[in-house]
């Protein structure tokens, strides 16, 4: 969702998946800036990510967090600009004395085929 110059992002976990952590970004032209708000439910990390700050369980989501163009062209009502956000999700561990705890080097394996 999308107003004055600001996306508002939520991230949902399907009612059938599993406890996740959330981590979102946001790109867009390099003459723009942005800047993030989430409250206290979402923290900034080093590289560049916003950190959902509680666990994400199946059927939540997330509050929102708004990323905002800060230098927007003058005379543009803020209807159409280009801001991508990615997100993304890594399962819930538990460490040898049942804490939770998250793994973002954890990669995925890819099934690469070729076209039909």
Same mark, same amino acid.
């Given at each position: 969702e999308i107003s004055e110059w600001t996306k508002h992002v939520v991230i949902t976990n399907s009612a059938d998946g599993t406890p996740v952590y959330i981590r979102a970004k946001a790109f867009c032209g390099s003459e723009y800036t942005l800047t993030y708000d989430g409250g206290e439910n979402w923290t900034p990390g080093e590289d560049g990510f916003y950190y959902y700050n509680k666990i994400l369980n199946p059927g939540e989501e997330t509050p929102e967090l708004l !990323?905002? +163009?800060n230098n927007p062209p003058k005379g543009e009502n803020g209807q159409e600009f280009n801001v !991508? !956000? +990615?997100y993304e999700s890594t399962p819930v561990r538990y460490d040898e004395n049942g804490n939770p705890y998250f793994d973002w080097s954890q990669k995925l394996k890819a099934n690469e085929r070729g076209a039909e």
């Open positions: !990323v905002k +163009i !991508v !956000v +990615i």
